[in-house]
């Protein structure tokens, strides 16, 4: 079982920045994959990015360049610096883990970035 609780979202003008943090409860042991998805409202839930344990990453199309995901795999955490930010990326902010077990979420951070 894995529960996994994210922070640092908030309210932030476009063109700032913010970074997101998951704490993952748990051990994780062989390859895992650590990510962040979003959800705007009325949209379908989006892949921001992802860090395998080989820190191997992958972003989404509208998040590149901008964006940047991290782990710390000593703490089971991960992270997400987003730069840059615009009105478009306004969304809840969810932390997912795939380890062998399955696949778990977090409640999610909101983030609003303000035009």
């Known amino acids: 079982q894995v529960k996994l609780v994210e922070s640092g979202g908030g309210l932030v003008q476009a063109g700032g920045s913010l970074r997101l943090s998951c704490a993952a409860s748990?051990?994780?042991?062989?390859?895992?994959?650590m990510g962040w998805y979003r959800q705007a409202p009325g949209k379908q839930r989006e892949l921001v990015a992802t860090?395998?344990?080989?820190?191997?990453?992958l972003y989404g199309d509208a998040v590149k360049d901008r964006f940047t995901i991290s782990r710390d795999s000593a703490k089971n955490m991960a992270y997400l610096q987003m730069n840059s930010l615009k009105p478009e990326d306004t969304a809840v902010y969810y932390c997912?883990?795939?380890?062998?077990?399955?696949?778990?979420w977090g409640q999610g951070t909101q983030v609003t970035v303000s035009a």
């Open positions: 860090i395998t344990s080989g820190s191997t990453t």
């Open positions: 997912k883990v795939i380890v062998r077990s399955g696949q778990y």
């Open positions: 748990g051990s994780f042991f062989g390859f895992n994959v």
